[in-house]
């Protein structure tokens, strides 16, 4: 676990983070990643296109690493490393089977106290079952409380993936992440210096 933040003072101006996952359950070698994408206000939309571009006239409604070839996904890296921003990536381990919601609560402590560190306060997270959506806002509460600074304003909300293609972006980042740790590094290697990732232990 990261020490925990003490005394810093709350941030003038709060950022947002979108964030999406990837996981691959396996007794031994297991993991699971959580890439949140800190993108500048004034790059927004332009990355919205761009990833709206990625998606072409697909009959999925948003761009989803997994449905992509080899060409696909590099011009899927390609694309996100030209956005530029921050990439922060939370990358748990070990996941056996039927763990990844363990290791997904543990990521996303992990990811929040970073985050905070580079003053986002607001994270935007894929939609998922309303259970699974009850458990981050449970996760991010107890963040908040125990791994925080007291007053510590930071918050998440679940979007559709299909409504807001910035989820996109993060989606490609954990697709590259994944790439890497199964052998694939030159996806990763296109993002840059943009992507810090860190390692999680999971305890499952």
């Not at 964030?19 to 699971?32: A, I, L, N, V």
Request: proline letters at 3%; a negative charge.
């Amino acid at each position: 676990m990261t020490e925990r933040a003490t005394g810093a003072d709350l941030p003038s101006v709060v950022r947002s983070a979108w964030s999406d996952e990837s996981f691959q359950e396996k007794d031994s070698d297991g993991f699971y990643i959580i890439a949140a994408a800190v993108i500048e206000p004034t790059a927004m939309e332009s990355a919205r296109e761009s990833m709206r571009r990625l998606r072409g006239d697909r009959v999925t409604p948003k761009a989803h690493w997994t449905e992509m070839d080899r060409r696909e996904r590099e011009h899927a890296a390609q694309a996100v490393a030209d956005i530029g921003g921050l990439h922060v990536v939370a990358v748990g381990s070990p996941v056996p089977a039927r763990r990844q919601e363990r290791a997904r609560g543990k990521c996303l402590t992990e990811l929040i106290v970073q985050l905070h560190g580079f003053d986002v306060g607001h994270l935007f997270m894929e939609a998922r079952q309303a259970v699974l959506n009850r458990r981050d806002v449970e996760t991010v509460q107890h963040t908040r409380r125990y791994w925080l600074p007291q007053g510590t304003r930071f918050r998440v909300e679940h979007v559709a993936g299909s409504s807001e293609p910035l989820l996109w972006v993060a989606d490609v980042v954990a697709g590259a992440c994944r790439a890497e740790r199964l052998g694939e590094g030159m996806y990763r290697e296109a993002l840059g210096d943009a992507v810090l990732d860190f390692e999680v232990g999971t305890d499952c």
